[in-house]
T-cell receptor
Framework: DADVTQTPRNRITKTGKRIMLECSQT?????MYWYRQDPGLGLRLIYY???????NKGEISDGYSVSRQAQAKFSLSLESAIPNQTALYFC???????????FGEGSRLTVL | QKEVEQDPGPLSVPEGAIVSLNCTYS??????FMWYRQYSRKGPELLMY????GNKEDGRFTAQVDKSSKYISLFIRDSQPSDSATYLC?????????????FGTGTKLQVIP
């Protein structure tokens, strides 16, 4: 099983719908991140969390919200999806004192 | 101007060639430099991790950092078809308890058998 698991892997939805992307990890890391990846723009940070009670906005948090339900679970919500939120979304974890990010396999979201 | 610039490619080379992938950056505070490899439909995985200037070698891979020129490179020797992937450079500066990681846009590499 993957250390960082994202669900769903693919989702097609319509403008205005609420969408939740879920992430769970078995690495025991306290730091979790949500990124989106767009062609030509690379990986951009949406939100990050150092522990259950610590949530922080990243570069592009507008239109997104997150919930850290437990140390191992971090979900990303789009309250009212819009077409320019069509992208590949990655969850990542990082242990304390290291720079290495461990990524999930991604959730491809298409908003029509 | 982006903080990190990376040629998107695609770069196509024959099997066995030496591959050179590069990034330039503008933020002189960056101290930690990374290369991630991303296969199609997969998440990025860390390939090389270096601190400050110098070289680091791991098997067929060599990472090089020149902080004076704000330039980093990844060399792949004896390239294999299995090296076909997108390579992302990434860098960060120590910043309290959180090291913001800035990624390049990635270079797509294809190694032709």
């Amino acid at each position: 099983d993957a250390d960082v698991t994202q669900t769903p892997r693919n989702r097609i939805t319509k403008t205005g719908k609420r969408i939740m992307l879920e992430c769970s990890q078995t690495k025991g890391h306290d730091r979790m991140y949500w990124y989106r990846q767009d062609p030509g723009l690379g990986l951009r940070l949406i939100y990050y969390s150092f522990d259950v009670k610590d949530i922080n906005k990243g570069e592009i948090s507008d239109g997104y919200s997150v919930s850290r339900q437990a140390q191992a679970k971090f979900s990303l919500s789009l309250e009212s999806a819009i077409p320019n939120q069509t992208a590949l979304y990655f969850c990542a974890t990082r242990g304390r004192g290291t720079g290495e990010l461990f990524f999930g396999e991604g959730s491809r979201l298409t908003v029509l | 101007q982006k903080e990190v610039e990376q040629d998107p490619g695609p770069l196509s080379v024959p099997e066995g060639a030496i591959v050179s992938l590069n990034c330039t950056y503008s933020n002189s505070a960056f101290q930690y430099f990374m290369w991630y490899r991303q296969y199609s439909r997969k998440g990025p995985e860390l390939l090389m991790y270096t601190y400050s200037s110098g070289n680091k070698e791991d098997g067929r891979f060599t990472a090089q950092v020149d902080k004076s020129s704000k330039y980093i490179s990844l060399f792949i020797r004896d390239s294999q078809p299995s090296d076909s992937a997108t390579y992302l450079c990434a860098m960060s500066a120590a910043s309290g308890g959180y090291q913001k990681v800035t990624f390049g846009t990635g270079t797509k590499l294809q190694v032709i058998p």
